[in-house]
């Protein structure tokens, strides 16, 4: 019996002739257009337009809402995209911590990155949401509560006036309470308790954080009431350099000091060199974090509009100008250029120009970025010097640089900087929120902390963990089983 090759057998010619199995196929190819590629292309954005849309109607609960017009639908989309890529920030913050990191504490980094976002959504949903924006004043400007969760409901005056809907702005505003929660795990990596840093996350991004995140973004009323005490004097934090970076370094510094050095760090009072495992890792979450950094400011904007490619470019120029900066200096000093100060120099501009990216002009952003980049070099030697180990740069990225961010609005600002002819009163604004943010995170996470370490019996694991590495002692696995453990 002869067999026919695939190749000699008649295609059919019409669905009556096809068999069931070649029939989709057949079917698809009389459309026409579906075998160009960028067709193929298109047509996979209509299922994500049509979640997009479907997501918006959902939340409407049937209710007898006004025609969905195109303003409310670009801004709450535009909004929707914005949070996703902030939530990708999760996997640059994991990728660089865990890259800058030893091979042995690989899985205990990663599962603290993943696990910190589940419980900042669930927290901020519970109970931080409501204390941070949608309550009443208890304290007027201080502190608010209101009972738990949020009312997801859309009022037909959301549609007419292009609002945000609460579902998406609940969104957005929970991906950056989990950044502040991340930025804590790299200032305390390879020696502390998985446990007991899920429970200060826990209380971080659920109460401390939206408490004082309420000072500032809470905006007054027109007649200037109802705002937070730092947002009704002025002070000025676009997208968070202090409200989010600066208050996640110091609550994560205060539990760097606590929990001491890892061991073999300071030796005879000198600074041992403990290298990162992979480069390659962490230079991939560095890019993947200046990309979710296009969600972090431009989102800040809260609505599509023309001001939003604007604070896009500000943003792209204080990284570049942090990234030159770190790599030169770091060359001068160190008589080659530093890979990791690189990446950190990258992220520190992003940082630095996060306060002010709505009001640079974008030679300022560049030289706001440029002089973060020189910033963080020095500061991670500075930390170094008072013998706090910062395992991957965390405080000198966002401490050093999101305090230096918010004072750069009063230098830069074009409307109220004092290099813009504007005097010294925004600058000294930014001060006032600069030490106010410092004094709460640092009291409040001390207390936080010495609360935790007396329940549980301290926050360090013990010294036989930490020299077997965290991930088999708090997990049980290695991230590379196959490859000889490097300690």
């Given at each position: ?312 470019v500000t943003t792209t120029l204080g990284a570049a100008g942090g990234g030159i900066a770190a790599t030169l200096l770091s060359q001068f000093t160190g008589g080659k250029p530093d890979l990791t100060m690189t990446i950190n120099g990258i992220l520190a501009g992003l940082v630095g120009v996060t306060a002010g990216c709505d009001g640079f002009s974008m030679p300022a952003a560049w030289v706001v970025g440029f002089i973060s980049g020189i910033l963080v070099v020095f500061s991670v030697a500075w930390i170094d010097g008072l013998k706090i180990d910062d395992p991957v740069g965390a405080f000198s990225v966002h ?89």
């Amino acid at each position: 019996m002869t067999v026919a090759s695939p190749a000699s057998r008649r295609r059919p010619r019409s669905l009556q002739e096809a068999s069931l199995l070649e029939a989709p196929e057949l079917l698809l190819r009389k459309v026409r257009g579906l075998s160009s590629n960028r067709t193929l292309t298109w047509l996979a954005c209509v299922p994500i337009a049509l979640m997009g849309l479907g997501l918006f109607n959902l939340a409407a609960h049937a209710a007898e809402l006004p025609e969905l017009n195109a303003g409310f639908l670009a801004n709450n989309m535009f909004l929707f995209v914005c949070a996703v890529l902030v939530i990708f920030m999760n996997a640059g913050f994991a990728m660089v911590e865990a890259g800058m990191c030893r091979q042995k504490n690989a899985v205990n980094i990663l599962a603290k990155n993943l696990i910190v976002f589940a419980l900042a959504v669930t927290a901020y949903w519970f109970i931080g949401y409501k204390i941070m924006y949608n309550a009443d004043w208890v304290i007027p400007g201080w502190f608010k509560f209101g009972g738990l969760f949020f009312d997801p409901t859309v009022t037909p005056e959301m549609v007419t006036d292009g609002s945000l809907v609460p579902s998406i702005d609940f969104l957005f505003q929970a991906a950056f309470a989990g950044t502040a929660a991340t930025i804590v795990s790299g200032l305390v990596a390879e020696r502390i308790k998985f446990g007991e840093f899920v429970i200060f996350s826990l209380v971080l991004v659920g109460i401390l954080y939206p408490i004082s995140g309420s000072w500032q973004w809470n905006f007054p009323d027109d007649a200037g009431l109802g705002g937070g005490w730092l947002s009704t004097l002025g002070f000025i934090d676009f997208a968070g350099s202090t409200v989010v970076h600066s208050f996640g370094a110091w609550a994560g510094l205060v539990g760097a000091m606590l929990l001491g050095p890892r061991i073999g760090k300071f030796v005879d009072g000198k600074t041992q060199a403990m290298p990162g495992h992979n480069l390659a890792i962490a230079t991939l979450g560095c890019l993947i974090l200046w990309i979710g950094w296009y969600g972090f400011n431009p989102g800040s904007w809260l609505a599509m509009g023309p001001e939003v490619p604007y604070i896009a470019v500000t943003t792209t120029l204080g990284a570049a100008g942090g990234g030159i900066a770190a790599t030169l200096l770091s060359q001068f000093t160190g008589g080659k250029p530093d890979l990791t100060m690189t990446i950190n120099g990258i992220l520190a501009g992003l940082v630095g120009v996060t306060a002010g990216c709505d009001g640079f002009s974008m030679p300022a952003a560049w030289v706001v970025g440029f002089i973060s980049g020189i910033l963080v070099v020095f500061s991670v030697a500075w930390i170094d010097g008072l013998k706090i180990d910062d395992p991957v740069g965390a405080f000198s990225v966002h401490g050093t640089c999101g305090i230096w961010a918010t004072l750069a609005v009063g230098l830069f600002n074009v409307d109220k900087g004092l290099f813009t002819g504007h005097g010294f009163s925004q600058l000294g604004i930014q001060i006032v929120g600069v030490l106010a943010y410092a004094i709460f995170a640092v009291v409040s996470s001390f207390i936080v902390w010495s609360i935790i370490g007396a329940i549980f019996g301290g926050i360090r694991v013990s010294e036989k963990e930490e020299v077997e590495g965290l991930d088999i002692g708090e997990h049980g696995m290695e991230a590379y089983p196959d490859f000889a453990s490097a300690k």
